[in-house]
């Protein structure tokens, strides 16, 4: 089992950023791929950003392109995913998630372990 803690959401204003970080344990972190995905009330649960368990690739989401930046920290067991320039479209509660393959996906069906999620959310 590994288990995933989220934490850094909050309220923001359009335009500013984020930190969010989510911390695991119970499983050998540094051989897992890590993802972010996010879900907005009354829509599916999407793929933001992934990174492989090396940290030497990252993936993104069009929408998040240039804005977002997904990093691992090993030592720490702890991913992370700044968010910059948010946008009003960027409010969802943001899940982080570990894919044992290593590789990194963005299909939530490759992951097997999730955290509980933290919300996000970008005032006007």
């Known amino acids: 089992q590994m288990q995933l803690v989220e934490s850094g959401g909050g309220l923001v204003q359009a335009g500013g950023s984020l930190r969010l970080s989510c911390a695991a344990s119970?499983?050998?972190?540094?051989?897992?791929?890590m993802g972010w995905f996010r879900q907005a009330p009354g829509k599916e649960r999407e793929f933001v950003a992934a990174?492989?368990?090396?940290?030497?690739?990252?993936y993104y989401t069009d929408s998040v392109k240039g804005r977002f930046t997904i990093s691992r920290d090993n030592n720490k067991n702890t991913v992370y995913l700044q968010m910059s320039s948010l946008k009003l479209e960027d409010t969802a509660v943001y899940y982080c998630?570990?894919?044992?393959?290593?590789?990194?996906?963005?299909?939530?069906?490759?992951?097997?372990?999730w955290g509980q999620g933290t919300q996000v959310t970008v005032s006007s």
């Open positions: 990174i492989k368990w090396s940290g030497s690739s990252t």
């Open positions: 998630a570990a894919d044992r393959y290593g590789l990194g996906s963005a299909s939530r069906y490759q992951y097997e372990y």
């Open positions: 119970g499983r050998t972190f540094s051989s897992y791929a």
